[in-house]
Structure formats: C-alpha cells, structure tokens
C-alpha cells in the first residue's frame, strides 16, 4: 500500500468521522428535547382519543384516559432509550475511525516497506477491541437477564403474599353489613394495586427485554462487521427485534365436604341464640361465587335455614347468579355449576326476582335468559341435565314464566331429548 492510498484511507476516514458526529450531534440534540418535554409533562400529555373514549362514563372513561397516558409515557421511555442506545452505538463508532485514522496517520509518517505489515498489525487490534466490546456486551446482556428474572421472582412472591393477605381478611371478616363493605372496599384495593404493579411491572420487563434484544442484536452485527471487514471491510448492518409475555395464577378453595361442616356448626350456632340468617357466610359466598365451594355451601345453608335463602335473594345473589350464566368471559367455565345450584334459591320470590332480570337485557343487547342455551347446545350431556332443571325450576308456577321461558330457548328445546319434568314445566298448552 503507497502514501496515495494511506492518504485516501485517510480522507475517508475523516469524512466519515464528520458525517458520525453530525448524526450524534442530531441525537444528541433529540435526546434533550425528549428530556425537555419529560420535564414539562409534555410526554404524555398529547390529545386523547376521544374515539376509544366514546361512550365511557366515570371510572372506566379515568381508567381509559390513565392506560392512554401509560401507553404514552412508555413510548417516550423506549424513545429515550432507542437514542440512548443509538447515541452509544455512534460514540463507539466514532471512537474505532478515530483509532483507525490515528493509525492511517501514524502509517503514512512512516510509510515504507513495512506498510504491510503495519496494516496487520491495526487490523489485529481493531478485532482484539471488538472482540472486547463484544464479550462486554455479553457480560451486560447476562446481567440484565439475571436482573429480569429476580424481579420477575420477587414480584410473584409480593402477588402470592398479597393473595394470602386478603384470604386472612376474608376469613376474619365480621358478621355485619359494615364489615362486608369495609370488606369489599379493601378487596377491591388490594385488587386495583395488583393491577397497578402488574402494569409496571410488564412496562419494567418489556424494557429490560427490549435492552437485552437490542444487544444480542448488536452483539450479532459485530459479528456480521467482522466478518465483512475480514472479506472486504463492508459497511455496518444492525438487527432490531422486540419479545413480550405473561403470567398468571389461581386461587384455592376449601373441598366441598369441609366447607359444608363448617358451615352447619356455624348455623347450628346461630340456632341457638335465636338469629335469623347467617349473614357472614351469605356475605362470604356471595365473595367467593361461582367458585365450585361457594355452591356447595350455598345449597348447604338454604338446605339448613330458609332464612338464609332470603337473605341471599336480598342480597342480590338472585341476579348475580344470571350473569354468571353468561356463555362468554372468565366465569364461562362455571356457569353449569351454577345452573345446578340455582334451584336452591328459586322459591316464589326467587322465581319472581329470577325472570324479572333474566328478561332484561344485558350491556350488549342479549336477553339474559339466552344464557341457558348455550348449556342446551353443549355437547356435555351434564351441561343440558344443569340447564334444564334451572329452567324447570324456573317456570314451574306461573304460565306467563313459562311461555317466556319457552320462547326464549324454543329452538333450542325442539333438539333435546327433554326429561319429562321439563316438558311439565314448559308446558304453554
């Protein structure tokens, strides 16, 4: 290699080391408007959709405005850290031509018959650095997987603590109506909380998981470089992708067979002072349905008292037991339970208090007393055998209830082999 090509390398090199500080001169300068606008509250604060905040009134329309507002505050963080992360690459980009142009420098001092071997020598140490940057990178990207899974760890555990927590508040519940709100108030604090860390968390992973793809693929476009560099030092590409995921949990119960006991020694308790009712376990069912236990007690305590029957039609327990018929959302997988424990509940005022809200309609249109059909056309042959005997349950003392009930799952009803006790129930001849 003569002077005349040391001294093109070198007039290269310098053009380029310009054109980088002009790109970080930019980044530079979009990094403190993004920081300005993070003090100013501008990050967040841009005009709402109103579109997607149609129709939305109260705590869903706040609770709206604030995940738009999340929504904006993390794209403004990625942002930040896409030039942060760009700025660094531009740094680092800068200082190897810089290294390179000191060299080409140095070389065409002395540029003679060991120019050669001098460029074997620059090349040897532009790879030793790089192979040093790239195992820095490894070593960072290691340590933020470690710091993701702690965090992931620690808040599973906070979530497991909290859900014990408030099972013990459950548990200690008193038997008045003030204690069931204070309750209920604390259950759906606890519950909004969990919401709130789990958002922050996901925003938390989401950004350790985006700075780890960001450097795996820079650790990959080193690689790339240098292997272009060793075939014919080509011009850098760099790689972007991004990975999300989620987690859940559940919640234990009691078996049936303990939750009756305990329930019949308690109302054998409350017997003998003269009470009527058992308020605290109504309250804690009411809590607990449509779990599977909550049933099982429900048919245990009106079974044993009629007052408590009463008690959990005053209650609204009636009509919270329609909506968990519904065919669709998370409660889906217990509405046959429910449609075989809600006879228990269906004396005269139950059946009243059952058709006069299951023949409303629902925030999307839908007669709530459809629910049922989708149990008849269940392939579960126990899904039917449920529905029906709701159903029977339901229309068994007033025309006007059955011919309702008749029209509302007629095309449904034509397809089964109905039990007899059905057909009596529905009959509208």
Known sequence: MNKEALSDDLKEAAGEIEALQAQL?????????????????KGDGGALD???????????????????????????????????????????????????????????????????????RIRAEVEEEEARKRRELEDRAAALEAQLEAQLLAAQRANDEREEERRRREAEAGSSKGALESLQQEARAAIELQ????????????????????????????AVESDARAAAEAPTVRLRERLKGEAGGGMPYETAEVMISMAE??????????????????SRILETLPALSACNDLRALTDLEGANRTLFQEMQGVQRMVDYLRPRGQNAPY????????????????????????????????????????????????????????????????????QACFEQ??????????????????DCA
């Open 195 to 222: 919401q709130r860390q789990e958002a922050e968390l996901e925003v938390t992973r989401s950004n350790l998981e985006a700075e780890l793809e960001k450097m795996r693929a820079q650790l990959a476009t080193m």
């Open 25 to 41: 001169t930019a980044k530079r300068a979009e990094r403190l408007t993004l920081e300005a606008e993070a003090r100013d509250g």
């Open 265 to 282: 020694a308690r109302l054998a308790r409350h017997a003998k002072r003269g009470r009527r009712g058992d308020m605290a376990a109504v």
């Open 335 to 402: 509405a046959t339970i429910v449609a075989r424990t809600l006879p228990c509940v269906l004396d005269a005022r139950g059946r009243s208090l059952f058709i006069e809200y299951s023949m409303g309609t629902n925030a999307e249109g839908e007669v709530r007393l459809q629910y049922l059909s989708a149990l008849l056309q269940s392939a579960d042959p126990d899904d039917k055998e449920n529905a029906c005997v709701a159903i029977a349950a339901a229309a068994q003392d007033s025309p006007t209830t059955r």
């Open 50 to 120: 109103e579109a997607a905040l149609a129709g939305l009134s109260g705590q869903d329309r706040a609770e709206a405005i604030e995940a738009q507002r999340r929504a904006r505050a993390l794209e403004r963080i990625k942002a930040v850290a896409e030039n942060e992360q760009d700025i660094r690459a531009i740094e680092t980009e800068i200082e190897m031509q810089a290294e390179i142009e000191r060299r080409l420098q140095e070389r065409l001092k002395g540029a003679d018959g060991a120019a050669a071997a001098e460029a074997d």
């Open 409 to 426: 799952v007629r095309q449904h009803l034509i397809a089964l082999d109905c039990s007899g006790l059905l057909w009596i129930a529905l």
